[in-house]
C-alpha cells in the first residue's frame, strides 16, 4: 500500500518535461506544474514564434507568463522527500519521441522495454511481467523494442510470417506456404536465419582478412612514403649542393677571368704611357730644336749663321708611331668571344642533361605497374570528364553542350582576345590538365584530329609549331572517312582499324603510354605510343571543315 502511495506522489510530482521530481517547481496559468529550468528552456525554444504553449494541455500565452516559484508546492515536495519519495526510476519514464512507446500503457505511456514477436506489441517493465513469468508467455521471442512490427505480419492472410521462401528470396506466413509458394523451396525463418549469420560470419571474416591485409598494405605504404620522401629529400639536397658547387667554380672562374683582365689591362696601359711620355718628350725637344733653327735662320747676322751653323747637333733616332705596331683596335673583345663560346657549350650541356634527369625523375616508379586495361568496362573506370577551354578556341570554333562540343564555322564568334587563343588553326584544347591515367572519348565528325599535347604548344600563328601534331610536343590522330593517320613532330604514320564515329584515348601518364582506340560495340586499338612525358598534358581536338563537329563524350 506504501510502495503504491509512493508511486502516486512521483506522478504527481513528477516534471512532465524531464520526466524527474520537480525542481524549483513553477505552475502554469493553466494550473500545470514543471521545473522553472525546464518550461523556461522550452519557451526559449518557442521564441520566434511569439507565442508560448503548455507542453501538456498545449494552451498558448501571449506574452510569455511571468513565472514564480510555487512556494505550496515546493514545501509539499520538501515533505514528501522526508517520507523517503525518490525520482522516477529510469525505466518508470514515459516514452519520447525517440523511444518506442508501451502498447498497454493508457494516459502517459512509457517506455517500452522490449517486443515480442508473437503478440506484435511492445510492452515496458511493468507490462513485461507477464511475458517473464507465464511458462507458456516464455516461449515467445522478446527482441530489442521496435516500431516495425507489423512488417512481421502477412499482409494477404494477417499472420506472423514465420516461414522465408528461398525461390522468392521473401518472408512468408505458413498460409502462403501451403498456396502460392506451395512448390516453392521453403524453410523456417528460423532456420533461414540460421544460414544467414553462418553467411554473415564468414563473409565478416573475409572482411576482417581484408581488414588485416589491407592494414599490412598500408603500413608497407607508408614505410615506402617515407623511404621515397627520404630519398626524394637526399636527392634534392644532393643536387643542390652540386649545383652550388658548380656555381662556386663558374663564379671562381669569373674572378679568375676578371683579375687577369685587369692585370694584363694594367701591364699594356703602363707600357703605352710609358711610350706616351718617352713621345712627349720627343716633341718637346723637337719643337725647342725647332725654335733655335728658327732664330739661326732669321738671323741677319751672315757671319753668325755660318759660324753657327756647323755646330748644330744631329736629331737623335725617332720613337714617331710609324716605328713600332698598333694592334687592330679590338683590345679584349676577344675575351668576351671565348666567354660567349663558353657559355654556349655550357647552355647546351645544361640542356641536354635537363632532359636526361628528367627523364631519369619520371622513371621513378614505387609501385608496381597495373596492366593496361582490356575491357571498356576497364577503361571505364579511369574516365575523365573534358571540358573545352574557351580561351584556347580558334575564332571560328563554337563551343556547346556545357563546352564539351565544338562546332568549325566561317563567321568569327565573340571571343576576346586572349593569349592562350590559336589564332591560325582550327584548334581548342581542354581546360584539364591530365597526368596519372586518364581515359576519355570522343564522337568525331567527317574530319577531325583527336590530339594530345603539351600546355606549352605555341599558339600564335600559322607555323607547325601550332599545329596539333606537327612538332615535338603534341600527338595527333586524324580521324576521316578513308581511315586514320597519327601524326607526331611532322612524321605522318598510317593506322590500320575499323573506322568508328568514337575514339577512346587512353593516357597512362608516368608509364608513358599513350593509346588511341575505335570505339564501337568492341574496343579496337590503332595506336600505342611509348615514350616518356615530361609535363602534364591536354586533350585537344582540330576540327577541319565548316559544320563539322567533336564531342567529348559524358562517361560516368
Known amino acids: 500500500m506504501e510502495q503504491q502511495e509512493n508511486h502516486l506522489d512521483r506522478e504527481r510530482f513528477c516534471c512532465w518535461i524531464c520526466l524527474d521530481l520537480l525542481k524549483d517547481p513553477v505552475t502554469t496559468v493553466c494550473g500545470h506544474s514543471y521545473c522553472k529550468s525546464c518550461i523556461n528552456t522550452h519557451w526559449d525554444k518557442e521564441e520566434e514564434r511569439g507565442s508560448y504553449s503548455c507542453p501538456q494541455c498545449r494552451q498558448t500565452f501571449t506574452p510569455r507568463p511571468v513565472l514564480e516559484t510555487s512556494t505550496m508546492l515546493a514545501d509539499s515536495l520538501e515533505e514528501l522527500k522526508k517520507t523517503g519519495l525518490q525520482a522516477a526510476p529510469a525505466d518508470h519514464c514515459s516514452a519520447g519521441p525517440e523511444d518506442v512507446a508501451c502498447d498497454v500503457c493508457t494516459g502517459r505511456k512509457r517506455k517500452a522495454l522490449k517486443s515480442c514477436l508473437v503478440c506484435l506489441a511492445s510492452y515496458c517493465k511493468k507490462h513485461l511481467q507477464p511475458h517473464l513469468q507465464s511458462a507458456p508467455l516464455k516461449k515467445q521471442k522478446l527482441v530489442e523494442p521496435s516500431e516495425k512490427l507489423q512488417e512481421n505480419i502477412c499482409s494477404r492472410h494477417d499472420e506472423v510470417m514465420k516461414m522465408f521462401c528461398r525461390t522468392d528470396q521473401q518472408c512468408i506466413c505458413y498460409l502462403c506456404s501451403v498456396e502460392e509458394h506451395k512448390d516453392h523451396d521453403t524453410v523456417s525463418a528460423a532456420a533461414e536465419r540460421t544460414e544467414r549469420q553462418r553467411e554473415l560470419g564468414l563473409r565478416r571474416q573475409t572482411i576482417q582478412q581484408r581488414v588485416q591485409d589491407t592494414e599490412k598494405d598500408v603500413k608497407l605504404l607508408q614505410q615506402e612514403e617515407e623511404a621515397l620522401n627520404g630519398s626524394a629529400d637526399k636527392a634534392v639536397e644532393d643536387s643542390e649542393e652540386i649545383f652550388t658547387e658548380l656555381i662556386r667554380l663558374l663564379e671562381k672562374r669569373s674572378s679568375d677571368v676578371k683579375q687577369q683582365i685587369r692585370s694584363q689591362q694594367e701591364t699594356e696601359v703602363s707600357r703605352v704611357r710609358e711610350l706616351q711620355e718617352r713621345l712627349e718628350q720627343e716633341i718637346t725637344e723637337l719643337k725647342r730644336k725647332v725654335h733655335e733653327l728658327k732664330q739661326l735662320s732669321d738671323t741677319e747676322d751672315h757671319n753668325h749663321l755660318l759660324h753657327n751653323y756647323p755646330s748644330l747637333s744631329p736629331l737623335s733616332g725617332s720613337t714617331h708611331s710609324s716605328s713600332f ?6 683590345n679584349f673583345e676577344d675575351v668576351t668571344a671565348a666567354v660567349s663560346q663558353v657559355r654556349g657549350r655550357l647552355q647546351r650541356i645544361l640542356n641536354k642533361t635537363r632532359t636526361k634527369i628528367l627523364q631519369i625523375v619520371s622513371r621513378v616508379d614505387v609501385l608496381l ?8 568496362a576497364d577503361f571505364l573506370k579511369y574516365s575523365q570528364e573534358i571540358t573545352l577551354d574557351p580561351n584556347t ?34 584548334q581548342v584544347l581542354s581546360r584539364e590538365s591530365l597526368t596519372g591515367r586518364c581515359y576519355w572519348e570522343v564522337e568525331v565528325g567527317r574530319d577531325v584530329g583527336v590530339a594530345v599535347t603539351y600546355k606549352n604548344i605555341n599558339r600564335a600563328g600559322d607555323s607547325g609549331e601550332c599545329l596539333f601534331g606537327f612538332n615535338d610536343k603534341s600527338w595527333s590522330l586524324s580521324c576521316c572517312e578513308n581511315g586514320y593517320s597519327l601524326f607526331y613532330n611532322r612524321i605522318r604514320t598510317r593506322v590500320s582499324g575499323p573506322v568508328s564515329s568514337r575514339v577512346g584515348v587512353y593516357l597512362d601518364h608516368s608509364a608513358g603510354v599513350l593509346s588511341f582506340y575505335s570505339v564501337s560495340d568492341t574496343m579496337t586499338l590503332l595506336r600505342r605510343v611509348k615514350t616518356t612525358f615530361t609535363q602534364p598534358l591536354c586533350a585537344g581536338v582540330y576540327v577541319y571543315d565548316d559544320g563539322d563537329t567533336a564531342e567529348f563524350c559524358k562517361l560516368k
Do not use: V
Not at 705596331?325 to 679590338?330: H, N, Q, S, V
Not at 570554333?397 to 576576346?416: H, I, P, V
Open 325 to 330: 705596331r698598333i694592334r687592330p683596335l679590338r
Open 369 to 376: 605497374r597495373q596492366p593496361e586495361p582490356e575491357t571498356r
Open 393 to 426: 578556341a580558334f575564332k571560328q570554333m563554337l563551343l556547346s553542350e556545357g563546352n564539351r562540343k565544338a562546332t568549325c564555322l566561317r563567321e568569327d564568334q565573340f571571343y576576346s582576345d586572349h593569349p592562350d587563343r590559336f589564332t591560325y588553326w582550327q
